[in-house]
């Protein structure tokens, strides 16, 4: 929406733009008459909507209609509104952003993508492609925020002009390299992959969408160089486990498990135990693919036993120095407490609760990466009680998350989903792999009418597909990739 007119009355009566500079505009100063001011009213309309339309919206300065009685005061020597009144479509994009980050506070300000927004109204300016994708975010938020089950949970006009926009960004060489664009990506992504949710989707995923696919290009094509950029590097941060899952489940090398990749997660820098405590955990997340593929690669008789178990191996080496101080942070009670569930059906007794949005990132993370390592070393030496009751154990530690979880949403801890997902195997009962089913459904709002809902054959797929097994329905050929980067 643009304002129709902010100008004072005289400028507007001679039809000429007013400066705003009150409480002397520059044009009646020049034409040295009173100045009225501010209008008593402004009005919003939507853009190529005519001036009289039924679209127009009316905000009235003074919180009601003015009265016909009432005598003008003597003219003020303060501006009534300030002098950043939004006048273009990025800053009104802005202002819509700002305040949806402060109205669904519960929901934004528990997650890593809250911190990436706050900066993106001042960025907007320059950018179509990242001012039509927050547009359309923001619409879809508060679609949601209206009703868990909208109708229509995207507008399509904001949507498509978002993906016209992103597309011509992507076609453009200078576009390519601007900031604005990987964040027009990564919010359209969030969009697709927490929103729209009537496609299906690839193995192994459970928040997905093609710009997942932009997102990686784009961040392969800055470099790591460019991860010393702190917005860049919450943006690799808010997206490494769906990139880490992407080229997982298409079996491919992934570029962040290359040296000069790792070594931004081993750079120090002033963050929290539990941050320091995640960068472990991106660091072997990153190497997923690559060891996976040459897991499935062991099966089909071409990578020695030696060779795959020792990078297997050294990824538990990593995952034993994390969970003593992870286990120290759970258990201080000023940073997370316990309480009894609040679910009859739930597989846990107790749930956790925090403030500190780090600490359910690194322990989900953290148990999602432990159990897809031990299915690896299943995978490879045979399960045992032993895998299967760690397994156990770090489900529950992503269960005891679930009512967290529930109250912020997919926006705010997008992680969860997956992590869930994974836990399926370790369920004990038919009614906890129904309780994980439709806590599924119910975290990403699907709606039996428009959505392809979660069932119980489609988690155990995915599940499966995170043993290092070969999946019966893909033809062998499929896997016979060289090693290393392609």
């Known amino acids: 929406m643009v304002a129709w007119s902010t100008r004072c009355a005289s400028c507007r009566q001679r039809k000429i733009k007013c400066d705003r500079q009150w409480p002397t505009c520059g044009q009646c100063q020049k034409a040295k008459q009173q ?33 016909p009685n009432f005598q003008a005061l003597p003219r003020r020597t303060q501006p009534i509104i300030p002098h950043s009144v939004p006048s273009s479509h990025p800053t009104l994009v802005g202002g819509e952003l700002a305040s949806l980050l402060t109205s669904q506070a519960k929901t ?59 597309r011509f960004s992507l076609q453009d060489a200078n576009e390519l390299n601007r900031l604005e664009t990987l964040l027009a990506t990564l ?35 800055l470099g790591p160089e460019a991860a010393k950029n702190e917005l860049v590097f919450s943006v690799i941060l808010e997206s490494l486990s769906e990139l880490s899952s992407h080229y997982y489940a298409r079996n491919q090398w992934f570029f962040m498990g290359s040296p000069q990749w790792q070594r931004i997660f081993l750079e120090n820098r002033d963050v929290s135990v539990a941050d320091r405590l995640l960068f472990k955990v991106y660091s072997q997340m990153s190497v997923f693919p690559d060891v996976m593929r040459d897991l499935r690669r062991y099966h089909l008789g071409q990578v020695g036993y030696e060779h795959i178990h020792s990078r297997i191996i050294s990824m538990h080496v990593v995952f034993d120095t994390i969970e003593g ?17 609040c679910s009859p059906v739930s597989p846990v007794e107790e749930v956790y609760d925090t403030e500190n949005s780090d600490v359910p990132r690194a322990c989900c993370l953290y148990a999602l990466a432990k159990i897809v390592a031990n299915n690896m070393l299943a995978s490879l030496d045979g399960s045992s009680p032993r895998f299967e009751e760690e397994n156990y154990l770090h489900s529950r530690r992503i269960w005891m998350f679930h009512e967290q979880a529930m109250q912020v949403g997919s926006f705010g801890m997008h ?63 499929q896997f016979l990739l060289p090693t290393g980067p392609s």
């Open 415 to 477: 992680y969860y989903p997956t992590a869930l997902l994974l836990t399926y195997g370790s369920a004990k009962s038919k009614e906890t792999e129904e309780w994980i089913v439709d806590l599924l459904n119910l975290l990403q709002e699907r709606n039996p009418a428009t959505d392809i809902m979660w069932t119980r054959e489609e988690i155990f797929q995915r599940c499966y597909a995170t043993s290092g097994n070969i999946w019966p329905s893909l033809p062998p050929d």
């Open 108 to 166: 934004f300000g528990f997650s890593s993508f809250a911190h990436v927004l706050q900066q993106v109204p001042a960025m907007l300016d320059g950018s179509q492609a990242l001012t039509s994708a927050v547009s359309c975010l923001s619409d879809a938020r508060r679609r949601q925020s209206m009703s868990p089950k909208p109708d229509r949970k995207l507008d399509l006009k904001l949507y498509c002009s978002a993906l016209r926009n992103l």
């Open 35 to 67: 100045c009225s001011g501010p209008p008593d009213r402004v009005k919003f309309v939507a853009e190529n909507v005519a001036e009289g339309s039924s679209q127009a919206v009316v905000v009235h300065r003074f919180g009601s209609r003015p009265n």
């Open 325 to 341: 101080p992870l286990q120290t942070i759970l258990e201080d009670q000023s940073v997370v407490t316990r309480r009894a569930a």
């Open 187 to 221: 919010v359209m992504w969030r969009v697709e992959a927490t929103i729209a949710t009537t496609v299906e989707l690839p193995y192994l995923l459970v928040t997905w969408s093609v710009h997942l696919t932009g997102a990686a290009y784009l961040l392969e094509r």
